[in-house]
Nanobody, 128 residues
Framework: EVQLQASGGGLVQAGGSLRLSCAAS????????TCWFRRAPGKEREGVSC????????YYADSVEGRFTISSDNAKNTVYLQMNSVNPEDTAVYYC?????????????????????WGKGTQVTVSS
């Protein structure tokens, strides 16, 4: 059974850090581009970051560039999102998703297109 499990969310103060994990079962991340998305209350889903399966290139939304870092550990079949200098606008449910054979990682980041598998989210709450 294919599963993506996101974890690591919680309550953090503004300016603090948090690391989210996305563990896969039933498939390996080697062949899949993996992305993080988030949905804040009352807002549409937003692409946060992706890491390409082709060459490990990373992509970030402007809102998190320079503060968040996506990485993968293929041995653990896990993708991480290191969140630094968080602010209340980062409060959201964070989801990880994976897709293969993408035409465009940027399109995937912007729209979620091409994602084959989606995990259940993990709540991140940033207090001011």
């Amino acid at each position: 059974e294919v599963q993506l499990q996101a974890s690591g969310g919680g309550l953090v103060q503004a300016g603090g850090s948090l690391r989210l994990s996305c563990a896969a079962s039933g498939f390996t991340f080697d062949d899949y581009t993996t992305c993080w998305f988030r949905r804040a209350p009352g807002k549409e889903r937003e692409g946060v970051s992706c890491i390409s399966s082709d060459d490990g290139s990373t992509y970030y939304a402007d809102s998190v560039e320079g503060r968040f870092t996506i990485s993968s550990d293929n041995a653990k079949n896990t993708v991480y999102l290191q969140m630094n200098s968080v602010n209340p606008e980062d409060t959201a449910v964070y989801y990880c998703a994976a897709g293969s054979g993408l035409a465009s990682v940027i399109e995937a980041l912007l729209t979620g297109a091409g994602m084959d598998y989606w995990g259940k989210g993990t709540q991140v709450t940033v207090s001011s």
